[in-house]
């Protein structure tokens, strides 16, 4: 069940659509979801020995809490804004939405907003939800195979949870 209902929220989010503007003339649109994935890893790249991004999960779990009554609308807005605010730096910067970026181009442009106070706390925020997606319990979807804790040597509290409360 829990399964299902967190498909159709992330569906919900994943759905979402910011629109770009260049020069006051629609540009396109990007989904929330698309661009922030490519953005954890950008943020929290592969390396050996670190969980992947499957394992995290963190996209999900974004999907998921932004989609929860305990998330403040303004807290679900500003990251909302923050994807849009990426993309018209990349096309400021660029001309292209931050996904149809290089690895590089995406790099001066997240160097670029986080000289900024959106921008900084926009950065945090999503490297929030990454590192609670790595350390949360794995009965949320997230932190697969405890990936994250036996990446950290953590030792979990007891009792752990039996069901999911999100």
């Given at each position: 069940?829990?399964?299902?209902?967190?498909?159709?929220?992330?569906?919900?989010?994943?759905?979402?659509?910011?629109?770009?503007?260049?020069?006051?003339?629609?540009?396109?649109?990007?989904?929330?979801?698309?661009?922030?994935?490519?953005?954890?890893?950008?943020?929290?790249?592969?390396?050996?020995?670190?969980?992947?991004?499957?394992?995290?999960?963190?996209?999900?779990?974004?999907?998921?809490?932004?989609?929860?009554?305990?998330?403040?609308?303004?807290?679900?807005?500003?990251?909302?804004?923050?994807?849009?605010?990426?993309?018209?730096?990349?096309?400021?910067?660029?001309?292209?939405?931050?996904?149809?970026?290089?690895?590089?181009?995406?790099?001066?442009?997240?160097?670029s907003i986080s000289k900024t106070s959106w921008g900084?706390?926009?950065?945090?925020?999503?490297?929030?939800?990454?590192?609670?997606?790595?350390?949360?319990?794995?009965?949320?979807?997230?932190?697969?195979?405890?990936?994250?804790?036996?990446?950290?040597?953590?030792?979990?509290?007891?009792?752990?949870?039996?069901?999911?409360?999100?």
């Amino acid at each position: 069940m829990i399964n299902t209902r967190r498909k159709f929220l992330l569906a919900g989010f994943a759905g979402s659509v910011v629109l770009l503007t260049l020069n006051s003339e629609l540009f396109g649109g990007v989904t929330v979801l698309e661009t922030i994935s490519v953005l954890q890893e950008d943020l929290f790249p592969q390396t050996d020995g670190v969980p992947t991004k499957n394992e995290i999960n963190a996209k999900a779990y974004l999907g998921l809490m932004l989609n929860h009554k305990s998330v403040r609308d303004a807290d679900k807005e500003f990251i909302k804004n923050g994807v849009k605010w990426l993309n018209e730096e990349a096309i400021d910067m660029y001309k292209k939405t931050y996904t149809k970026l290089n690895t590089s181009q995406r790099q001066e442009v997240l160097k670029s907003i986080s000289k900024t106070s959106w921008g900084e706390g926009f950065i945090a925020d999503i490297l929030k939800f990454i590192f609670e997606a790595m350390l949360g319990d794995p009965i949320y979807g997230i932190n697969k195979n405890e990936s994250g804790w036996i990446w950290l040597n953590h030792k979990p509290g007891l009792p752990r949870p039996t069901k999911a409360y999100l």
